[in-house]
């Protein structure tokens, strides 16, 4: 029982850092999408937002996390850490997330992609645990969760949410998210909880720092940046539900 309990504190600790995967996220798959008005002349359908009040005001309060803690804290891991560290530390947090990324791959039923993503675990975790990606270029990273998983078998999106500290996500995603908790082998390891947090952490810090001026001037172009970041948020899982990975970051 104390192992359960502490693997759900360790998941809401972690979640501290899970805003800048996301944002930074959204941004680097959307910096040329349409704005709001462009959208609507396109047809673009108004996201199914009915909690948009209380959306916002959990919104600000996580824009202002990252503005005191997230940012700076990113400035200064980009500005001191070398180019080489910082690639290993994506590495190993993308290697740690292996074994839920390939959950989730036999759940789709794609099988290239599974065995894509257990070479990598297999062989980077024996070569360098897991800090240098020496598979690559045959075997390329990409990423899967049970909010897409659940997409891929006709789940609908449900209403916009916008989770303190997670950030944005949606009734699927939220429940995605829980279900990826329960699949990590590292909530059943009683030593494993710091391991998380770490790589949570480490996770987060390291992609808000590889998109910072991105991030900047998403944020000072948008009218609304509540907005933008909701149409980003839906883009970027409809791309991810589709296997469209986007450029591979370097």
Request: charged share 20%; aromatic share 12%; with cysteine.
């Amino acid at each position: 029982m104390a192992t359960w309990l502490n693997g759900f504190r360790c998941w809401r600790v972690a979640g501290a850092f899970g805003l800048a995967l996301l944002l930074a996220g959204c941004a680097a798959d959307g910096q040329n999408a349409p704005d709001e008005a462009s959208s609507n002349m396109l047809g673009y359908e108004e996201p199914n937002d009915p909690l948009e009040v209380p959306n916002r005001f959990v919104f600000a309060f996580n824009d202002a996390l990252d503005t005191f803690i997230l940012k700076p804290v990113a400035v200064t891991y980009d500005f001191w850490l070398p180019t080489g560290v910082k690639n290993s530390v994506r590495n190993f947090v993308r290697n740690v997330s292996s074994p839920v990324i390939l959950a989730n791959d036999v759940f789709q039923g794609e099988w290239e992609r599974a065995n894509d993503t257990a070479a990598r675990f297999f062989v980077n975790t024996v070569t360098s645990l897991g800090f240098f990606d020496i598979v690559d270029e045959r075997h390329p990273y990409h990423d899967e969760d049970f909010g897409q998983t659940l997409a891929v078998y006709g789940v609908d999106d449900g209403f916009y949410l916008v989770l303190p500290v997670f950030g944005p996500s949606s009734a699927r995603d939220a429940t995605g998210r829980g279900v990826d908790w329960l699949l990590n082998p590292l909530t059943y390891v009683e030593n494993g909880q710091p391991l998380s947090i770490a790589t949570s952490v480490a996770g987060g810090v390291d992609s808000r720092a590889r998109n910072l001026e991105l991030f900047r001037d998403i944020k000072s172009d948008s009218v609304d940046f509540y907005a933008r970041v909701r149409s980003l948020y839906y883009q970027r899982r409809e791309a991810a539900i589709q296997n469209n990975d986007g450029p591979r970051q370097q």
